[in-house]
């Protein structure tokens, strides 16, 4: 392999290629993760839409199919954090990301432990604070980007982002191919991390009839909007999300409350634990509580398309790159292509 591809990233996490497959809630599970670092990439467990023992579950599905290492996407303010953490610590996973913004004390509680910490975020002077709390690495989200995303393109933020801090840098929003990795490379990041390419993959779980919806879908169809749970999110611009768009803020709390009832009842959940949680929610972010019960819901919204493959009342988060992306291939057959076209690229660069 090319010298350029065996950056800081691979080195500091012990991974073969300098490519991460995210941490996509309701997508991301043991099979796709466990795929990803197998072949010589490095997987993100989706555990923000997990409970614990799920993901006690997940990471021992993971362990069982490929012995190399991998991440897990936590959300800081999950009121079980700390048994979350101690399973991390007790079946060795070896990085966490984060689903928002990172707490310090949870960030200080991983590092303690010995995991790697990334967090993503999407602008410069949060990148400068992550270093300062002492993080390994971060993800630079440009607006591309799917699901929650910020205001500025990949072009802009990388190189910005890559010049304020020493830390290792991945580029995110936009990736899917080895002329990408390089041009990643060039604005000096040390990799790229992918969420939609590895969506539209084979051993992704997403429901058939919802992977061709990303396929037809061009670039001018994504949308970023704040109708979901109130914070920016890239979707696919499908009828439900004009609706939710076009609704006025009551509708769109008593369809919230409503989803929320019906979920209760489906998932038998105990009502003291939602409440629990959204009362942490509210207290760590601030939310006000028609904020805090559409951000409850929000992943409901995403398990109705992603997992039961019903798209007419789900929402579809993805990166805008699903415009150009034709193909469902296996998670090796991806990163075996982002290595050959990214060697060919260098070679072509260097005269050669
Ligand atoms: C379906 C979907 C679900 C996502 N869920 C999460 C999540 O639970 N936690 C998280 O940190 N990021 C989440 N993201 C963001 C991705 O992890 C990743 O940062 C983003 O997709 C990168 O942009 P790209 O799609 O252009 O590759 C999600 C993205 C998608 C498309």
Not at 81 to 103: C, K, Q, T, Y
Not at 208 to 229: C, H, P, S
Request: hydrophobic residues 45%; contains cysteine; aromatic residues 4%.
């Amino acid at each position: 392999m090319h010298a350029a591809l065996r950056t800081r990233f691979c080195e500091v996490v012990g991974v073969e290629l300098p490519i991460v497959q995210t941490g996509m809630g309701w997508v991301s599970g043991a099979r796709l993760t466990a795929a990803t670092s197998a072949a010589g990439g490095f997987g993100i467990l989706a555990a923000a839409t997990m409970t614990r023992d799920q993901l006690a579950e997940s990471i021992d599905e993971v362990k069982a199919r490929t012995d190399r290492p991998f991440g897990v996407n936590v959300r800081g303010d999950q009121p079980d954090i700390d048994s979350r953490i101690a399973l991390m610590v007790e079946r060795n996973v070896r990085l966490a990301s984060f689903a928002g913004a990172p707490r310090r004390e949870v960030i200080d509680r991983l590092k303690t432990a010995g995991i790697f910490t990334m967090p993503t975020i999407g602008a410069r002077r949060h990148a400068e604070k992550m270093q300062q709390w002492g993080v390994d690495a971060v993800i630079a989200q440009g607006h591309e980007g799917g699901g929650h995303t910020g205001p500025i393109p990949t072009s802009i933020l990388l190189p910005q982002v890559c010049a304020a801090v020493d830390i290792p840098v991945l580029g995110a929003g936009g990736f899917r191919d080895g002329r990408g990795l390089v041009a990643a490379l060039a604005y000096g990041a040390a990799g790229i991390a992918m969420g939609t390419r590895f969506l539209l993959t084979a051993e992704s779980t997403v429901p058939e009839n919802v992977k061709q919806i990303y396929l037809a879908t061009d670039e001018r169809q994504t949308v970023v909007t704040t109708a979901i749970d109130g914070a920016p999110q890239r979707v696919i611009e499908t009828a439900m999300v004009r609706t939710l768009e076009r609704s006025t803020a009551l509708g769109r709390l008593v369809g919230a409350a409503k989803q929320a009832l019906a979920f209760q009842r489906a998932t038998g959940a105990r009502l003291a634990d939602l409440v629990r949680e959204a009362l942490a929610m509210k207290r760590s972010q601030e939310l006000s509580w028609a904020q805090v019960l559409m951000a409850a819901n929000a992943p409901m919204m995403t398990k109705a398309s992603m997992v039961d493959g019903r798209p007419e009342i789900g929402i579809l988060p993805t990166g805008q790159v699903a415009g150009v992306i034709g193909d469902l291939p296996a998670v090796a057959e991806v990163l075996r292509a982002i290595v050959a076209e990214a060697e060919e690229t260098l070679a072509r660069l260097e005269g050669r």
